[in-house]
Protein backbone atom coordinates (compact mmCIF):
# COMPACT_ATOMS: atom_id res chain seq x y z
CA UNK A 1 0.00 0.00 0.00
CA UNK A 2 2.70 2.53 0.71
CA UNK A 3 4.49 1.88 -2.96
CA UNK A 4 0.96 2.64 -4.37
CA UNK A 5 1.05 5.75 -2.27
CA UNK A 6 4.60 6.92 -3.11
CA UNK A 7 4.09 5.86 -7.20
CA UNK A 8 0.60 7.70 -6.90
CA UNK A 9 2.13 11.07 -5.27
CA UNK A 10 4.73 10.57 -8.16
CA UNK A 11 2.53 10.72 -10.80
CA UNK A 12 0.59 13.84 -9.20
CA UNK A 13 3.79 15.80 -9.38
CA UNK A 14 4.44 15.22 -12.56
CA UNK A 15 1.31 16.58 -13.57
CA UNK A 16 1.46 19.53 -11.36
CA UNK A 17 4.78 20.84 -11.30
CA UNK A 18 7.04 21.98 -14.05
CA UNK A 19 9.87 19.77 -15.80
CA UNK A 20 12.71 21.58 -14.03
CA UNK A 21 10.61 21.17 -10.67
CA UNK A 22 10.19 17.95 -10.93
CA UNK A 23 13.44 17.19 -11.93
CA UNK A 24 14.91 19.04 -8.82
CA UNK A 25 12.68 17.50 -6.88
CA UNK A 26 13.68 14.27 -7.91
CA UNK A 27 17.36 15.31 -7.28
CA UNK A 28 18.49 16.63 -10.38
CA UNK A 29 20.86 19.87 -10.29
CA UNK A 30 19.62 22.39 -13.07
CA UNK A 31 20.91 26.04 -13.70
CA UNK A 32 18.84 28.99 -15.00
CA UNK A 33 16.60 29.42 -17.71
CA UNK A 34 16.23 25.74 -19.00
CA UNK A 35 13.24 23.61 -20.16
CA UNK A 36 13.25 20.23 -19.04
CA UNK A 37 10.25 18.34 -21.05
CA UNK A 38 10.73 14.90 -19.45
CA UNK A 39 10.38 13.34 -16.68
CA UNK A 40 12.68 10.27 -16.89
CA UNK A 41 15.28 11.30 -14.61
CA UNK A 42 17.07 8.30 -14.04
CA UNK A 43 17.47 5.52 -11.02
CA UNK A 44 20.23 8.06 -9.22
CA UNK A 45 18.85 11.80 -10.70
CA UNK A 46 21.41 13.31 -8.42
CA UNK A 47 24.36 12.55 -10.12
CA UNK A 48 22.78 14.52 -13.29
CA UNK A 49 23.71 17.69 -13.31
CA UNK A 50 22.37 20.65 -15.83
CA UNK A 51 23.61 24.11 -16.88
CA UNK A 52 22.21 27.37 -18.04
CA UNK A 53 20.05 27.92 -21.45
CA UNK A 54 19.25 24.03 -21.63
CA UNK A 55 16.39 22.08 -22.99
CA UNK A 56 15.90 18.63 -22.27
CA UNK A 57 12.84 17.48 -24.63
CA UNK A 58 10.18 14.64 -24.29
CA UNK A 59 11.41 10.75 -23.87
CA UNK A 60 15.23 11.96 -23.11
CA UNK A 61 16.85 9.59 -20.52
CA UNK A 62 19.67 9.88 -18.78
CA UNK A 63 20.95 6.63 -17.64
CA UNK A 64 23.86 7.07 -14.84
CA UNK A 65 24.41 3.44 -13.94
CA UNK A 66 25.41 0.33 -16.40
CA UNK A 67 22.84 -2.43 -15.30
CA UNK A 68 24.40 -5.23 -17.43
CA UNK A 69 26.80 -5.01 -14.51
CA UNK A 70 24.18 -7.58 -12.40
CA UNK A 71 25.57 -10.83 -14.78
CA UNK A 72 28.54 -10.44 -13.17
CA UNK A 73 29.35 -12.17 -10.15
CA UNK A 74 31.86 -14.16 -8.50
CA UNK A 75 32.55 -14.88 -4.75
CA UNK A 76 32.42 -11.02 -4.00
CA UNK A 77 28.81 -10.78 -5.61
CA UNK A 78 27.54 -8.37 -8.31
CA UNK A 79 29.74 -5.58 -9.64
CA UNK A 80 28.34 -1.99 -9.88
CA UNK A 81 28.98 1.04 -11.54
CA UNK A 82 27.60 4.55 -11.34
CA UNK A 83 28.72 7.53 -13.13
CA UNK A 84 27.76 11.18 -13.08
CA UNK A 85 26.46 12.67 -16.33
CA UNK A 86 27.15 16.48 -16.94
CA UNK A 87 25.48 18.88 -19.40
CA UNK A 88 26.74 22.20 -19.62
CA UNK A 89 25.56 25.19 -21.11
CA UNK A 90 23.80 26.09 -24.00
CA UNK A 91 22.48 22.91 -24.85
CA UNK A 92 19.49 21.55 -26.94
CA UNK A 93 18.96 17.41 -26.44
CA UNK A 94 16.48 16.13 -28.98
CA UNK A 95 13.85 13.74 -28.38
CA UNK A 96 13.81 10.59 -27.16
CA UNK A 97 17.80 10.49 -27.20
CA UNK A 98 19.68 8.65 -24.55
CA UNK A 99 22.78 9.88 -22.39
CA UNK A 100 24.64 7.02 -21.11
CA UNK A 101 26.76 6.66 -17.98
CA UNK A 102 30.14 8.94 -17.69
CA UNK A 103 28.89 11.36 -20.34
CA UNK A 104 29.73 15.02 -20.57
CA UNK A 105 28.53 17.58 -22.76
CA UNK A 106 30.12 20.48 -23.31
CA UNK A 107 28.76 23.82 -24.04
CA UNK A 108 26.77 25.19 -27.05
CA UNK A 109 25.89 21.79 -27.77
CA UNK A 110 23.01 20.23 -30.15
CA UNK A 111 22.04 16.56 -29.82
CA UNK A 112 19.90 15.25 -32.52
CA UNK A 113 16.79 13.67 -32.25
CA UNK A 114 16.89 9.75 -31.27
CA UNK A 115 20.54 9.87 -30.30
CA UNK A 116 22.42 7.55 -28.35
CA UNK A 117 25.03 9.50 -26.57
CA UNK A 118 28.49 6.99 -25.88
CA UNK A 119 31.14 9.62 -25.29
CA UNK A 120 31.36 13.06 -24.00
CA UNK A 121 31.04 15.27 -26.35
CA UNK A 122 33.02 18.72 -26.60
CA UNK A 123 31.90 22.34 -26.70
CA UNK A 124 30.42 23.87 -30.70
CA UNK A 125 29.48 20.62 -31.96
CA UNK A 126 26.35 18.86 -32.82
CA UNK A 127 25.95 15.40 -32.36
CA UNK A 128 23.85 12.80 -33.98
CA UNK A 129 22.77 8.64 -34.21
CA UNK A 130 23.14 5.07 -32.61
CA UNK A 131 26.10 5.78 -31.10
CA UNK A 132 26.00 9.12 -31.42
CA UNK A 133 28.79 11.09 -33.79
CA UNK A 134 29.44 14.62 -35.01
CA UNK A 135 27.76 15.26 -37.90
CA UNK A 136 27.98 19.63 -37.91
CA UNK A 137 29.23 22.23 -36.39
CA UNK A 138 27.49 25.05 -34.03
CA UNK A 139 28.75 27.67 -35.30
CA UNK A 140 27.94 26.80 -38.83
CA UNK A 141 24.53 26.09 -37.61
CA UNK A 142 24.09 29.20 -35.56
CA UNK A 143 25.15 31.28 -38.62
CA UNK A 144 22.57 29.76 -41.01
CA UNK A 145 19.84 29.93 -38.56
CA UNK A 146 20.71 33.55 -38.33
CA UNK A 147 20.84 34.20 -42.06
CA UNK A 148 17.91 32.43 -42.83
CA UNK A 149 15.07 31.21 -40.29
CA UNK A 150 12.06 33.49 -39.25
CA UNK A 151 12.66 35.64 -36.40
CA UNK A 152 10.02 36.44 -33.46
CA UNK A 153 9.97 40.27 -34.04
CA UNK A 154 8.81 39.01 -37.26
CA UNK A 155 6.13 37.29 -36.24
CA UNK A 156 2.27 38.44 -35.24
CA UNK A 157 1.85 36.66 -31.51
CA UNK A 158 -1.92 38.43 -31.26
CA UNK A 159 -2.41 35.54 -33.76
CA UNK A 160 -3.12 31.71 -32.92
CA UNK A 161 -0.65 29.71 -32.73
CA UNK A 162 -1.54 27.77 -35.97
CA UNK A 163 -2.35 30.97 -37.93
CA UNK A 164 1.36 32.00 -36.98
CA UNK A 165 2.65 28.51 -38.18
CA UNK A 166 1.04 28.73 -40.93
CA UNK A 167 2.37 32.20 -42.08
CA UNK A 168 5.63 31.15 -41.41
CA UNK A 169 5.87 27.77 -42.63
CA UNK A 170 8.77 26.78 -45.61
CA UNK A 171 7.32 24.30 -47.89
CA UNK A 172 10.23 22.80 -49.16
CA UNK A 173 11.38 19.28 -48.83
CA UNK A 174 14.70 17.88 -48.41
CA UNK A 175 16.87 15.91 -50.77
CA UNK A 176 15.94 12.49 -51.29
CA UNK A 177 18.37 10.05 -49.81
CA UNK A 178 20.95 8.80 -52.64
CA UNK A 179 20.61 5.05 -53.02
Known amino acids: MKKILHI ?3 RYRILKLS ?3 YAKYKGVKIGDNCRFLTSTVGSEPW ?4 GNWV ?3 SGVRFITHDGSTWLIR ?5 RQLFRRIIVGNNVF ?3 NSIIMPGVKIDDNVIIAAGSVVTKSVPNNVIVGGNPARIIGDFDNYKKKVLENYISNSE ?3 KKSYRTRVEEVLDSSFKPYMSK
Open 74 to 78: DEKGR
Open 93 to 95: IGI
Open 55 to 57: TVT
Open 155 to 157: IDF
Open 19 to 21: GVE
Open 8 to 10: LLD
Open 47 to 50: LIEI
